[in-house]
Antibody, heavy 121, light 107 residues
Framework: EVQLVESGGGLEHPGGSLRLSCAAS????????MNWVRQAPGKGLEWLSF????????FYAASVKGRFTISRDNAKNSLYLQMNSLRAEDTAVYYC??????????????WGRGTLVTVSS | DIQLTQSPSFLSASVGDRVTITCRAS??????LAWYQQKPGKAPKVLIY???TLQSGVPPRFSGSGSGTEFTLTISSLQPEDFATYYC?????????FGQGTKLEIK
């Protein structure tokens, strides 16, 4: 059974840092690209970052570029999001999501349950 | 960047109704579009990818169509468990993007 479990969320002050983790199991983690998506309270989904299966390709949304860093450790079946210079508007539930592509047509076919990040003084 | 605009943002319907949600892209995206369902407090679940391909395990009352800039998600006969929020997504061109969501409520 595919499982993605996020951790590392919590309360942080503006300007602070947090590192989120996503532990993957039940599939060949090293074969899949992964993404981070967030959802602010009562709001819609916002894509944040992509990392290819080899870490050779990495992309970010403009809202987090230069502040957040995505990485992965295929030996540990884990995905990470290092979040620096946190702002109040970063308050959200953060999801990791597996990207599955069939003949270049892709979707996020498995998601974790999310971890809540609250940025407040 | 590619913007996705869903309509309507809110939809009130009854069990058994046929409903359609539209997603318009700010530029052509061929058939690179996915649809997700999200229930309160839960992670999104993929329903449709490649604009019209039903994800394994998703009931056939869900269908998707369209290409280029206009796409639709149709639920042929609403069931009680279908009341949720639906999002379209383009997962092909960076930055990836989601529509703002359509909340489907019980009339």
């Amino acid at each position: 059974e595919v499982q993605l479990v996020e951790s590392g969320g919590g309360l942080e002050h503006p300007g602070g840092s947090l590192r989120l983790s996503c532990a993957a199991s039940g599939f060949a983690f090293s074969s899949f690209a992964m993404n981070w998506v967030r959802q602010a309270p009562g709001k819609g989904l916002e894509w944040l970052s992509f990392i290819s299966h080899t870490s050779g390709a990495i992309f970010y949304a403009a809202s987090v570029k230069g502040r957040f860093t995505i990485s992965r450790d295929n030996a540990k079946n884990s995905l990470y999001l290092q979040m620096n210079s946190l702002r109040a508007e970063d308050t959200a539930v953060y999801y990791c999501a597996r990207q599955y592509c069939s003949d270049t047509k892709c979707s996020f076919d498995f998601w974790g349950r999310g971890t809540l990040v609250t940025v407040s003084s | 960047d590619i913007q996705l605009t869903q309509s309507p943002s809110f939809l009130s319907a009854s069990v058994g109704d046929r409903v359609t949600i539209t997603c318009r892209a700010s530029q052509g995206i061929s058939s690179y579009l996915a649809w997700y369902q999200q229930k309160p407090g839960k992670a999104p679940k993929v329903l449709i990818y490649a604009a019209s391909t039903l994800q394994s395990g998703v009931p056939p009352r869900f269908s998707g169509s369209g290409s280029g800039t206009e796409f639709t998600l149709t639920i042929s006969s609403l069931q009680p468990e279908d009341f949720a929020t639906y999002y379209c997504q383009q997962p092909n061109t960076y930055p990836y993007s989601f529509g703002q969501g359509t909340k489907l409520e019980i009339k």
